[in-house]
């Protein structure tokens, strides 16, 4: 495919992640983009004490697709919240057997062409007869180059009658149902057994079956466990076969069994939970020449338990990186980098570079396309000094996470001064530069070029407190690998941030569809100031959360000397001791921040932040806290999060604060735990790192009984954090009362 090509796909995932397409219901089925979605209840009339089948169904476009239960390396699979009649009850939906869906270096668990994802409805022989009700609210993730999140509202209705009734006569949902149910996952038999050993590569997947198998494809129930992409090495022994599985790059502890669904020959699917044990020698040989001669080159002895140790740290980095999925990464960086822009972290630095865009439309290509590679010079550079510091630290023996630098007081206050400045000049107060231009118009020039590079610098700067998806794997996999994978993955991150405004600048079709300058522009451009001030106000209000209220005052005091300084800018314009004044407040702004944020630092927010935590039913999270809620044999969820971190906030808002959130966390017995990363904390720290993360958000799960968490998606839903308590052991919440 063009280079090109692969860039307007990209633009255009990024364009469709941005929208939630709704879809509106007539009665028991929604049409929307690519997919059209029924509610099935199969018997026309539901009887009191009897169980009806019912099931979600989605009919897609060729090439389209919905998603497992476990998405794989993308995704998400539907939800139902229902609104039932008093005494009817709905089951959780039902996931056949999926399929391997490849996106470029990703690989999906999901279904092409058409799924029913059946359930149950209880009739309660307490339930009113007459005329029911039954509405769901579903939504869902359909994708194929680009991904479109959709929703709508299912009705269906139903007569409840006393006395059970004759069935009707099969007809086409009867044999759409059949045909469904027959893919449903079983208990393995009594005669299917599995075990399976650790590899270097990852673990070796040993199935008993008693009879002679053709093929086999293994679907992990949690994320993080094998690396979905690599193929699954099928070798037959003399009692079944051997599975060689990869696991996933970010996985450090060893899993206490390998659960998922196991599909074989013929169509059958089982649910299995294989536990540790012995595989003969002689097995995991064959399995490894076929692994040879198939896939890429195994040595014999990574199929042994304990693989040596390598000769040197150097030597253990470079099997790091030939065993971690280096491309995969790379492209989830540049993935990340994409999905930056939509964060609310980077819109206003966005807002500026559109403006500029416009006012350069007449602009000749050559010199747009020069914006557009200084911006990405910008860009990078920040990024690989960022990179550069990170290592440093490192090797000095700090250890630190994405978005450090906000962690600082005084680089919140040079922050906030910085984009106040810039607010009041967008604003009007006064014009940056414009006492440079008169010394003539080649430097004119020059600045335009410094504006767009600078304005890439500032890009990275606010960018950096936010983790959208793709992210935390890629940035956490980058930092643990020696120096040249981690400026490689970061290179790939800082591609991605600069894609979208370099693709409207390389794109001449693009640029004939900017509007023509004229008066309206500048409206525009004080317009650009509110999103500007907005951002200021958010690191204020961090400020004042994480240090407290002197130093905010301190804030607020080079505010007011800010605006001064551009007052003088503004009111004598061009005037060499008018600039002289405004550089010398500057000069006093800047030192007295250092100075306030040295001195002014309060811990009483501090305490004040932890007590509302515990007051709204979270505690604050220690490793000591963790291990004696598991102890106690209680689910614990840790919210790694920051004030400055927006994406944190917006999750907690949407799904984590929501009431049905706290009934299903309280219903479960779940312990709240909430790590604050606002201000540097190195156990914070190393609970990150021995997650395979390196910023925030992150939200773990524990679950009594597994060894490792699981760890959640970024950006979080109500279901997709309900769903997760939903899997939970069913005994959970009684044991641990």
């Known amino acids: 495919m063009p280079p090109m090509r692969r860039l307007h796909l990209l633009w255009f995932a990024l364009l469709s992640l941005a929208v939630v397409v709704p879809a509106r219901a007539a009665s028991d089925y929604a049409d929307a983009p690519h997919v059209r979605v029924r509610l099935m209840v199969l018997p026309q009339a539901l009887s009191r004490g009897v169980t009806a089948q019912a099931g979600l169904y989605f009919k897609l476009e060729p090439g389209w697709h919905v998603y497992w239960l476990n998405a794989g390396d993308a995704g998400e699979p539907p939800h139902l919240h229902w609104t039932l009649p008093e005494g009817v009850t709905a089951g959780a939906i039902e996931f056949p057997a999926p399929q391997r869906l490849p996106l470029g270096p990703l690989m999906d668990y999901g279904y092409e062409n058409e799924v029913l994802f059946p359930f149950t409805l209880d009739v309660a022989r307490t339930a009113k007869t007459g005329p029911a009700l039954l509405h769901a609210k579903v939504d869902w993730l359909v994708c194929r180059a680009t991904c479109i999140p959709g929703k709508a509202e299912l009705e269906a209705t139903r007569n409840i009658t006393a006395q059970p009734q004759q069935p009707p006569a099969p007809g086409p949902d009867a044999a759409l149902f059949k045909r469904f149910e027959a893919r449903l996952p079983q208990p393995p038999p009594q005669t299917l057994r599995a075990v399976f050993a650790p590899t270097s590569q990852g673990f070796a997947l040993a199935v008993a079956t008693g009879r002679r198998e053709t093929e086999a494809t293994f679907f992990p129930a949690e994320q993080g466990i094998l690396d979905n992409p690599s193929p699954q090495t099928f070798n037959l022994t003399s009692k079944g076969f051997v599975l060689l599985l990869k696991k996933d790059a970010g996985l450090t502890d060893k899993p206490a069994q390998l659960k998922g669904v196991l599909e074989l020959s013929g169509g059958r699917a089982y649910e299995i939970a294989a536990k540790p044990g012995a595989i003969p020698s002689g097995d995991l040989e064959r399995a490894a020449q076929l692994s040879t001669a198939t896939a890429a080159p195994v040595a014999s002895e990574a199929l042994q338990a304990s693989p040596p140790a390598p000769s040197s740290p150097a030597a253990e980095g470079a099997s790091r990186v030939q065993r971690g999925s280096l491309f995969k990464i790379t492209a989830l960086a540049f993935l990340g980098g994409l999905l930056l822009n939509l964060m609310p972290c980077v819109f206003p630095v966005l807002f500026l570079k559109g403006l500029a865009l ?69 604003a009007g107060q006064f014009e940056m530069g414009l006492t440079l231009t008169s010394t003539g118009g080649s430097l004119a020039a020059k600045q335009g070029y410094a504006g767009s590079f600078f304005t890439g610098v500032l890009a990275v700067i606010v960018a950096t407190p936010c983790t959208g998806p793709f992210m935390a794997a890629a940035i956490g996999y980058a930092l643990a690998q020696p120096a040249g994978v981690t400026f490689l993955v970061f290179t790939a991150l800082a591609l991605g941030l600069a894609a979208p405004y370099v693709a409207l600048t390389v794109q001449p079709a693009w640029t004939r569809w900017l509007p023509r300058p004229g008066a309206w522009m500048d409206v525009l451009k004080q317009a650009t100031a509110v999103p500007i001030f907005a951002f200021v106000i958010w690191l204020a209000w961090v400020l004042a959360r994480a240090y407290g209220a002197a130093l905010l005052a301190a804030l607020l005091v080079c505010f007011l000397l800010l605006a001064i300084a551009g007052w003088f800018l503004g009111r004598w314009q061009a005037r060499r001791w008018a600039t002289a004044v405004a550089g010398l407040i500057l000069l006093g702004v800047a030192v007295f921040s250092v100075y306030a944020s040295q001195k002014l630092v309060s811990a009483s927010d501090s305490s004040a932040s932890s007590t509302a935590t515990v007051n709204s039913g979270w505690e604050p999270w220690s490793a000591d806290a963790v291990q004696r809620y598991r102890a106690q044999g209680r689910p614990v969820f840790v919210d790694f999060t920051a004030s400055w971190c927006l994406s944190c906030q917006v999750n907690e808002r949407v799904a984590l604060d929501r009431p049905e959130v706290a009934k299903a966390f309280d219903d479960a017995h779940v312990a709240l735990l909430r790590a604050d990363w606002t201000r540097h904390d190195e156990a914070i720290t190393q609970a990150l790192a021995a997650l395979g993360r390196d910023g925030v958000p992150t939200y773990v799960l524990y679950v009594p009984g597994q060894g490792a968490p699981r760890v959640l998606p970024e950006v979080l839903t109500p279901g997709i954090v309900m769903d997760a308590l939903g899997r939970l052991p069913k005994n959970t919440a009684d044991r641990a009362r």
Not at 368 to 389: C, E, K, N, Q
Not at 392 to 421: H, I, K
Request: no cysteine.
């Open 358 to 426: 416009v006012r350069s439309g007449n602009e000749e290509r050559h010199t747009l396309r020069r914006h557009g590679i200084v911006y990405t010079a910008g860009i990078l550079v920040s990024f690989w000094v960022l990179v550069g510091a990170l290592l440093s630290l490192r090797a000095a023996g700090s250890v630190l996470g994405w978005g450090f630098q906000f962690q600082s007081p005084v680089f919140l206050v040079l922050m906030a001064g910085l984009l106040f400045f810039l607010g009041l000049s967008l």
